[in-house]
């Protein structure tokens, strides 16, 4: 099974703020890599160079990684999965997701990746757990974080 992950995922990897979101991060691109099913979009890699560079309020001013450092780790990133990059039937797609699925722009655009390349899953908090978005379908890696796992029921039995 191939994964899409989402930024959420590699922020949290350094975000001190939730040791138990930080660990469960880390663990699934850990196990993720080791089965070769991870890819990763162009946007989250994009993102994430942001949001763990950008000054944290919560955190003094600090940001979570040093630019310098943040670029090796986006580095290091696509040397470990494959990397995504947009095209006209992605960007079209995602047109479609915002549309269908009134997702938000980045949200669609992110399906979008997952849904044109045939991957199965995203691993992301900012969808609905379980849900499915044409052929993809969306597991939130950090629900484990409050105990609980919530699945969807099937919506028709076999």
């Given at each position: 099974?191939?994964?899409?992950?989402?930024?959420?995922?590699?922020?949290?990897?350094?975000?001190?703020?939730?040791?138990?979101?930080?660990?469960?991060?880390?663990?699934?691109l850990?196990?993720?890599?080791a089965?070769?099913?991870?890819?990763l979009p162009?946007?989250?890699?994009?993102?994430?160079?942001?949001?763990?560079t950008?000054?944290?309020?919560?955190?003094?001013?600090?940001?979570?990684l040093?630019r310098?450092?943040?670029?090796?780790?986006?580095e290091?990133?696509?040397?470990?999965?494959?990397?995504?990059?947009?095209?006209?039937?992605?960007?079209?797609?995602?047109l479609?997701?915002?549309?269908?699925?009134?997702?938000?722009?980045?949200?669609?655009?992110?399906?979008?990746?997952?849904?044109?390349?045939?991957?199965?899953?995203?691993?992301?908090?900012?969808?609905?757990?379980?849900?499915?978005?044409?052929?993809?379908?969306?597991?939130?890696?950090?629900?484990?974080?409050?105990?609980?796992?919530?699945?969807?029921?099937?919506?028709?039995?076999?």
């Amino acid at each position: 099974m191939k994964v899409l992950v989402d930024t959420n995922v590699l922020v949290y990897r350094y975000d001190p703020r939730s040791p138990v979101k930080r660990d469960l991060a880390a663990r699934h691109l850990r196990d993720g890599v080791a089965r070769d099913e991870m890819v990763l979009p162009h946007q989250a890699l994009v993102e994430f160079v942001s949001v763990v560079t950008r000054p944290q309020t919560e955190l003094g001013g600090a940001s979570l990684l040093e630019r310098a450092a943040a670029c090796r780790e986006a580095e290091s990133l696509m040397a470990q999965m494959p990397v995504l990059y947009p095209d006209e039937a992605v960007l079209r797609t995602a047109l479609f997701g915002t549309m269908t699925y009134q997702l938000s722009w980045f949200d669609a655009h992110l399906w979008a990746y997952a849904e044109v390349n045939g991957l199965d899953e995203i691993l992301s908090e900012d969808f609905e757990h379980g849900r499915r978005y044409g052929s993809v379908r969306v597991r939130d890696p950090f629900l484990e974080a409050a105990d609980e796992v919530h699945e969807l029921p099937p919506l028709y039995e076999s």
